[in-house]
């Protein structure tokens, strides 16, 4: 493998060479629909096209459209000019999908307000370099919503899609504290995650599931209900095809569809045998990554654009993490501290600093966090780049070993400061790396100067 796709392995947790030929064909699939700007409505090209483009097998092929189908991102057009066509990723489907994995690896009570949590960090920094008035509040908005608008950017959209799935991001009719418009106007990160965590909370709306459905949509509604019901009951058994239509009152079509929904997210698979059926799995993160791959190219986001926003991800995750070691017992939070020593006694820089990240967001326990930045993280990393990454000559070891040593003191301020210094020095290496290109073709195409002026 290349630094690419060892960086991707290393993030996002996926071997694709290890994965089938229809998981890496799928892959294949959206990474050309990404290199061509997620043409929505478009057709990629017809299954003999495809199959001559990517070097697969009719089979593979096959399997790897409905794979992608069931996720909401293409679909096969008939007949004449006929092919695989780009659909444009849903906001909400891709939001559910989030929730959905959320829910499968609950891990205790207080997990859904760390994600709360982590999503003020993010609207806090953002809003904190944020000049100029604020746009009106709409009529019953939740306040977390507004500030996602402010923020003006789809992922922060996405945040609190899948927080009001989980909980609510305020309610809607919930007068906004002074305290709060105060912060946001001092541009003072601190103090719009104080006011945000001192503002009750709502219940989620009821879903009405009575609404008609298409297939597809009532396919994915089973495969919630089926993660609710795992969510609050505890039970891993889900039955066989034939219990689970009469359950629902879906033909075999809708829960095939709603099953595979659900071991794309990676949280059921197959018992054979006599008695078989399906029964619920620990997910691993590459399945909702999946999902979050194809929503982030569908909204067309430059990957190159991100890099402040994963570098906001990764300063929440040394805030949440510092708050969370200041209540754990001494003895864990020694073992979390030691395995964070651990860490940087690995060799390979970029291997390090991702092994970091990851141990910061475990201590964290922020899964929102954690997922929606591995997810950017692998968009990136699965971009097509012509150049070497910058990163990958930069040593951070020195401010790494600042960031663990101020978790040990309780010095989160410090900590975040190693952070930000090593967002700096990414950023001059980018900018460094830019100005070399540019000269190296004013020299090659003197011409050019007028151009790029």
């Avoid at 994995?101 to 960090?121: H, K, N, V």
């Avoid at 809708?254 to 029964?279: F, K, P, S, T, W």
């Amino acid at each position: 493998m290349g630094p690419a796709a060892r960086f991707y392995a290393a993030v996002s947790g996926e071997h694709l060479v290890k994965q089938s030929a229809p998981v890496r064909t799928a892959w294949l699939i959206e990474r050309l629909a990404s290199q061509r700007g997620w043409p929505a409505g478009e057709v990629l090209g017809s299954e003999s096209e495809l199959r001559e483009q990517l070097g697969v097998g009719r089979e593979a092929l096959r399997e790897a459209i409905s794979i992608l189908s069931n996720r909401g991102v293409v679909e096969v057009r008939r007949g004449r000019n006929g092919g695989v066509q780009v659909l444009s990723s849903d906001l909400t489907r891709t939001a559910n999908a989030v929730a959905a994995y959320l829910r499968a690896i609950e891990g205790d009570p207080d997990q859904s307000s760390r994600c709360i949590a982590g999503f003020d960090w993010l609207l806090a920094y953002k809003l904190s370099r944020r000049d100029g008035p604020l746009p009106a509040r709409r009529h019953g908005e939740a306040v977390r919503k507004w500030l996602a608008r402010v923020c003006d950017h789809p992922v922060y959209l996405l945040y609190v899609e899948v927080i009001d799935a989980l909980s609510a991001g305020g309610p809607g009719d919930a007068t906004l504290p002074d305290e709060l418009l105060d912060a946001i106007s001092h541009q003072d990160a601190k103090a719009i995650v104080s006011s945000l965590g001192a503002m009750p909370s709502a219940s989620p709306d009821p879903v009405d599931d009575t609404i008609a459905q298409s297939p597809q949509a009532r396919a994915f509604t089973i495969a919630h209900t089926l993660l609710e019901r795992a969510a609050s009951s505890g039970e891993r058994h889900l039955g066989n095809e034939v219990s689970l239509c009469e359950e629902h009152s879906a033909s075999r079509s809708v829960i095939r569809q709603a099953l595979r929904i659900l071991q794309d997210l990676d949280v059921v698979h197959a018992r054979l045998g006599r008695g078989g059926g399906y029964e619920f799995k620990r997910p691993r993160p590459i399945g909702v990554i999946r999902q979050v791959f194809a929503w982030l190219a569908a909204c067309r986001l430059c990957p190159f654009e991100l890099i402040e926003l994963v570098w906001d991800h990764n300063a929440t995750n040394v805030r949440l993490a510092a708050s969370r070691l200041a209540i754990l017992p001494d003895h864990e939070r020694e073992c979390h501290l030691r395995a964070l020593d651990k860490v940087l006694e690995q060799s390979d820089d970029a291997q390090r600093f991702v092994n970091l990240q990851k141990r910061l967001g475990e201590i964290a326990a922020s899964p929102l966090v954690d997922i929606c930045a591995r997810s950017i993280v692998s968009y990136q990393a699965r971009y097509p780049r012509e150049r070497p990454e910058p990163w990958a000559a930069i040593s951070f070891l020195a401010l790494e070993r600042q960031i663990v040593s101020a978790l040990r003191a309780g010095q989160p301020g410090v900590a975040e400061a190693s952070i930000r210094a090593m967002q700096a020095r990414l950023l001059e290496a980018l900018q460094n790396e830019t100005d070399a290109f540019t000269e190296a073709r004013l020299r090659d195409k003197p011409d050019a100067t007028a151009m790029i002026q």
